[in-house]
């Protein structure tokens, strides 16, 4: 009973499914698509584009709340955003969780239901069965990883081996033991996932809710990015850009717009939305993070709205909406390139990938291309425009994460609230955040140490 309540967040969405075939029998691991138009149906489910992790905006340094804001949010808003040691308070519900498992189950029926009809396949039906095992290894890597930024610690080398990952769910099996593989191996899976799907998927997506080759190498290229691997993420966002290094030119959008963004716009590689949290749609923008953008920086008035108290929302989303963009897009491409060659110690490639990015993002008749006067400089200069660029991506909890491991950039964070300093400290174990009580009691998994 233990280990099917644990799965039974699992299975909510297979549950919901109107299809005869999804007709729940006794045993619900026997649960097999037949065709492959009923693989289509799952995999084409929106499920696999929302709810991706939130609760690192939140908890990152981009947002500001005063007191208001703050009590309007919920118990779990409210501690994810001075860094309790008990997030989730006791909630039977982590949306972030769930939805993430559910994906990497319904994935794991796909393609076991693909490996049950090998031997039915037509090499006119060849290309659809590839693509069908492409997307579903794609969607398990990509949950899998989502799982990885919010309930692990920062990835690191030398103890990689050793440190705790995540649950690794391989099989649709709900008997299957519920354990936490290493850090390593979690990490190796995504990668293993990911570089398997590359062989099967599409150039490009007939649409950008899909995955394809473009959208694997860019993330491939984010996860490596989180290991601090910087060569194999040089390398997978170089082949990115090779599909889709297509950049809006900022000068032609009009800042006065409600969103100046459009959904599925030509900078999208792969789409898909953060899960929503009322208090990031109400917050406040941090008011350093505000000041860095200069007067001719356009991103400055297209990003965010003026409020009635003199702060700033941020309103910019490449979703299109007040929610928030989850998925991969080329300017992050750009900057993981530019980040790797100043690593490289390759000043002037890295500030000519860097500016190739700043030209579509300043005034016209103002821009001049920066420069570095090594490879350090070169590198701050970089990260300063990856944090302006990329705000409300759900990157910036990824990047804390990874560069409060260099003493060059590790930040305190600090933020008031109730009338009290909260502060967090790099290499904090609250960086990491604590499993859901109800997947603990459900699978005797040790606690992450807050």
Known sequence: MRKYSFYLILIM???SCKEDWLDIKSDISKI???????????LNSATFNLNYTTLGEVAADNISLNAAQLAGGSAM???AYVWEADIFAGSTVVT????????VFTANVVLEGLEKITDEITPGKQSEWNDLKGRALFYRARAHYDMLVMFTKPYAAVSAGNDPGIPLRLSSDIHAPVVRAGLQESYDQVISDLKSSLELLPTLPSHKT???KAGTEAMLARVYMAMGNYENALDYAEKALLRNSELIDYNTLTASTANPFAAYNAETIYFSRQATLGVIVNSGVDGALYASYTATDLRKALYFRSNMDGSYTFKASYAGSTLLFGGTASPEMYLIKA???ARKGETLPAMETLNTLLEKRYDDEDFVPLEAGGAEEALR???????K??????????DLRRLNQDPRFAVTLVRSANNKEYRLEPGSNRYTFPIPDYIISSSGMAQNPR
């Open 210 to 212: 899909e995955p394809s």
């Open 13 to 15: 969405l297979v549950c």
């Open 32 to 42: 097999v698509p037949q065709t492959l138009a009923d693989m289509r149906l799952l």
């Open 96 to 103: 972030q969780w769930n939805s993430a498992y559910n994906q």
């Open 339 to 341: 980040e790797c060659l």
């Open 381 to 387: 200069t970089i990260l300063a425009e990856r944090r």
């Open 389 to 398: 660029e990329l705000v409300f991506t759900g990157l910036r909890w990824q």
């Open 77 to 79: 808003e409210r501690n």
